[in-house]
């Protein structure tokens, strides 16, 4: 094409068309790769939220327990709501498991006569301490970071509880992501 030829109506088109098709791939793209950052930022989305009272948590006893999503929508209903396991070790340490089991997130349940977590989908199983005991789960349960304040037990919720959250481990003797 020589200085003098201008393009063809069809060839503007085309690269309008490749122009448009590029920026609709790249924003996707470009929202996951920067998510972290904005994440980040948004106000209460790492947030301390009580459990409760540590008396709610009797020593040498796992229980059942729920707190609300620091972040979440009017739409959310009852799906802000997440579980999770506390176990009171010896009335000073404790320690917060996520309620999925590490295979394929079904939720553990607590059997207290077998001192064990079993996971109902594919019968994965775990220690008291959340490490692995048998079943196609190859790691422990997730654990959550804590804190006691004034008698209350505060969960660090946040992000999901998975081997690639920030404070994660490579480790897998430690399991100390924060949790959602």
């Given at each position: 094409?020589?200085?003098?030829?201008?393009?063809?109506?069809?060839g503007?088109?085309?690269?309008?068309?490749?122009?448009?098709?590029?920026?609709?791939l790249?924003?996707?793209?470009?929202?996951?790769?920067?998510?972290?950052?904005?994440r980040?930022?948004?106000?209460?989305y790492r947030?301390?939220?009580?459990?409760?009272s540590v008396?709610q948590?009797?020593?040498?006893?796992t229980?059942?327990?729920?707190?609300?999503n620091?972040?979440v929508?009017?739409s959310?209903?009852?799906t802000?709501?997440i579980?999770c396991?506390?176990?009171?070790?010896?009335?000073k340490?404790?320690?917060i498991f996520?309620?999925?089991c590490?295979?394929?997130?079904?939720p553990?349940?607590w059997?207290?006569?077998?001192?064990l977590?079993?996971?109902p989908c594919?019968g994965?199983?775990?220690?008291?301490d959340g490490?692995?005991?048998?079943?196609?789960?190859?790691?422990g349960?997730?654990e959550?970071?804590?804190?006691?304040?004034g008698?209350?037990?505060?969960?660090?919720?946040?992000?999901m509880?998975?081997p690639?959250?920030?404070?994660?481990?490579?480790s897998?003797?430690?399991?100390?992501?924060?949790?959602?």
């Amino acid at each position: 094409m020589s200085s003098s030829e201008r393009p063809s109506r069809r060839g503007i088109f085309g690269v309008l068309l490749n122009a448009v098709a590029g920026v609709m791939l790249a924003v996707p793209i470009l929202r996951y790769l920067f998510s972290p950052v904005a994440r980040d930022r948004k106000p209460g989305y790492r947030a301390w939220v009580s459990l409760g009272s540590v008396e709610q948590f009797p020593a040498g006893q796992t229980r059942f327990a729920t707190y609300r999503n620091p972040v979440v929508t009017p739409s959310d209903g009852d799906t802000a709501s997440i579980a999770c396991w506390v176990r009171n070790i010896d009335g000073k340490q404790f320690q917060i498991f996520a309620i999925n089991c590490a295979h394929l997130g079904c939720p553990v349940r607590w059997f207290p006569q077998s001192n064990l977590f079993m996971c109902p989908c594919h019968g994965g199983a775990y220690y008291a301490d959340g490490s692995r005991a048998s079943g196609p789960p190859e790691r422990g349960l997730f654990e959550c970071r804590y804190k006691v304040d004034g008698g209350n037990l505060f969960i660090e919720a946040g992000d999901m509880p998975t081997p690639g959250a920030p404070g994660a481990l490579a480790s897998l003797s430690v399991r100390r992501p924060p949790c959602a």
